[in-house]
C-alpha cells in the first residue's frame, strides 16, 4: 500500500486540510475489501480481477487483501504490475492478440501458464513464444446480447461455430484446451449469461473430449442513477443454475473476470466549481479526465453530493434542487457531461462536488489533455463513510 498517501477520515477533513486546487480521488479501502468479499462468496466459481478497469497500485492491493487471488491481464506490463505488487497472485494473459514477445516475458518472467486465441492463425504465434506443455489456452468465443451496454464481440472472438476446431488444435498442440467468452460491458440482465452458457454447452457438447475451464468474463454491472441493474444475486443465480448444463471434465471451474464490479464501488472524485453561468457549472475535471467513461453512453451519470466549507451541503432550508450542466475544465467545446445533475439551486464557485461509484474506467482512461491530470489520491478511512451511491 502507498503508504504516502494522505489518509482522512472523511472526505471534509480531507476537503478542510487541504481546500485542494485540483481534483482528489477518494479511495475507500474498507468499501473495496466488502466489495471482493461479496463477489467472492457469490460467485459460483473462480474470480479473476480485470485490471484494466483500475489499475491504481492501491486499488489492486485493497482487492487482494479482501480475497481476490487471481487478474485478469491484458499486457505485459499489467502481468508485472499485479506480480511487483502480490507476488503470490495467479496472472491470466486473457487477450487474444499481443505484442510480439509479450508472452514470452509473461511466462518467462512472471510464469504465467493461462494464455487465450481467437483464431488458428495464433496458435503458431504463441507456439513461437512459450511452451504450450503445461500451458492453458482459452479459445475465445463471440457471444452478444441486447442487455449489454457495449458489445464486445465485434473485435475478438470465433463465431461458435468455429469453436470445436480451434479447441481442438489447441488440445494438439500439447496446450490444455479452455473456452472463453465475454457477453459485453454493463449487462442489463442475467439472462444474458443463461443465453451465453448455453450457446458455450452447445459447443463443448459436440467435442469428443472434454475441457476443464470456461471463462465466462465480465459485464456485470453496477448501478448509477438512472441506470437500474438487477441485484448482483441474481446474476450469480443466473450463472449458478446454467452453469450445471456445461459438460465439464472432472473438476471443471467456472471462470469470471469482474472489472467494473469490483472497481466501481470504493472510489470517489472529488472536483471544485470553479464558475456559475446560470445553470452551467464549470468544473476542475472533465471528459478527457476522471469522467472518461460517460464518452461511451453506456450509462450518464454518477452519484453526487455537494460540499461547501468542508461539509456535505443540501442547500438553503427549504430551497428545491435544480439541474445543472457540468462543463470540464479544457479548451474543448464537447467537455461536457451528458444530461443534467441535480444539485442545490444556489451552488457557487468554491463549492465542491463528491461524484460516488466513479472507480471503473476513470483511473485508468483518463488523459493529459491541456494538462489536466491530478496525482491526489488520498484513503478515506472512516469505515461509516461511503462515495455517494
Same mark, same amino acid.
Given at each position: 500500500m502507498n503508504g504516502a498517501r494522505a489518509r482522512f477520515d472523511d472526505v471534509g477533513a480531507m476537503l478542510r486540510a487541504w481546500r485542494p486546487r485540483e481534483p482528489v480521488y477518494c479511495i475507500y479501502p474498507h468499501v473495496y475489501r466488502a466489495t471482493a468479499r461479496e463477489f467472492l462468496q457469490g460467485f459460483p466459481g473462480r474470480v479473476l480481477y480485470a485490471v484494466k478497469a483500475n489499475d491504481d497500485p492501491d486499488v489492486i492491493e485493497l482487492l487482494h487483501g479482501g480475497g481476490v487471488a487471481h487478474f485478469d491481464c491484458a499486457s505485459l506490463a499489467?502481468?508485472?504490475?499485479?506480480?511487483?505488487?502480490?507476488?503470490?497472485?495467479?496472472?491470466?494473459?486473457?487477450?487474444?492478440?499481443?505484442?510480439?514477445?509479450?508472452?514470452?516475458?509473461?511466462?518467462?518472467?512472471?510464469?504465467?501458464?493461462?494464455?487465450?486465441?481467437?483464431?488458428?492463425?495464433?496458435?503458431?504465434?504463441?507456439?513461437?513464444?512459450?511452451?504450450?506443455?503445461?500451458?492453458v489456452v482459452f479459445a475465445r468465443m463471440a457471444v452478444s446480447h441486447a442487455s449489454a451496454m457495449m458489445d464486445l464481440s465485434s473485435k475478438f472472438g470465433a463465431p461458435p461455430g468455429d469453436i470445436p476446431d480451434l479447441l481442438t488444435r489447441?488440445? %494438439?498442440? &500439447?496446450?490444455?484446451? !479452455? *473456452?472463453? /467468452?465475454? +457477453?459485453?460491458?454493463?449487462?442489463?440482465?442475467?439472462?444474458?449469461?443463461?443465453?451465453?452458457?448455453?450457446? %458455450?454447452? &452447445?459447443?463443448?457438447? !459436440? *467435442?469428443? /473430449?472434454? +475441457?476443464?475451464?470456461?471463462?465466462i468474463g465480465g459485464g456485470f454491472p453496477r448501478a448509477y442513477p438512472g441506470f437500474p441493474v438487477p441485484p448482483m444475486a441474481e446474476y450469480f443465480a443466473a450463472v449458478a443454475e446454467t452453469a450445471r448444463r456445461l459438460p465439464l471434465a472432472p473438476g471443471g471451474v467456472l471462470l469470471a473476470e469482474p472489472g467494473r464490479a469490483l472497481a466501481a464501488p470504493g472510489l470517489s472524485a472529488v472536483v471544485e466549481v470553479l464558475l456559475r453561468k446560470d445553470d452551467r457549472l464549470y468544473l476542475n475535471d472533465g471528459m478527457y479526465g476522471i469522467f472518461w467513461e460517460l464518452r461511451f453512453k453506456a450509462h450518464t451519470r454518477f452519484a453526487v453530493r455537494a460540499l461547501r466549507d468542508g461539509r456535505p451541503y443540501a442547500g438553503r432550508s427549504g430551497a428545491a434542487a435544480a439541474g445543472f450542466r457540468l462543463y470540464g475544465p479544457t479548451c474543448d467545446a464537447s467537455d461536457v457531461l451528458p444530461g443534467a445533475v441535480e444539485l442545490p439551486a444556489d451552488v457557487r464557485a468554491g463549492d465542491y462536488l463528491e461524484f460516488g461509484q466513479i472507480g471503473a474506467y476513470s483511473l485508468s482512461g483518463r488523459t493529459r489533455f491541456n494538462g489536466h491530470y491530478s496525482e491526489r489520491i488520498v484513503h478515506i478511512t472512516a469505515e461509516d463513510e461511503s462515495p455517494p451511491v
Open positions: 499489467e502481468v508485472a504490475l499485479v506480480r511487483r505488487l502480490c507476488p503470490a497472485a495467479t496472472c491470466y494473459f486473457m487477450v487474444p492478440v499481443s505484442p510480439r514477445g509479450e508472452l514470452r516475458g509473461a511466462q518467462a518472467e512472471f510464469g504465467v501458464r493461462h494464455f487465450m486465441l481467437d483464431h488458428a492463425d495464433r496458435l503458431p504465434a504463441l507456439a513461437a513464444e512459450i511452451a504450450l506443455t503445461g500451458t489447441i488440445r %494438439a498442440s &500439447g496446450a490444455e484446451p !479452455a *473456452l472463453a /467468452f465475454n +457477453v459485453g460491458s454493463l449487462v442489463t440482465q442475467p439472462d444474458a449469461y443463461r443465453h451465453a452458457i448455453e450457446v %458455450a454447452a &452447445g459447443v463443448l457438447e !459436440a *467435442l469428443p /473430449f472434454r +475441457v476443464r475451464l470456461v471463462d
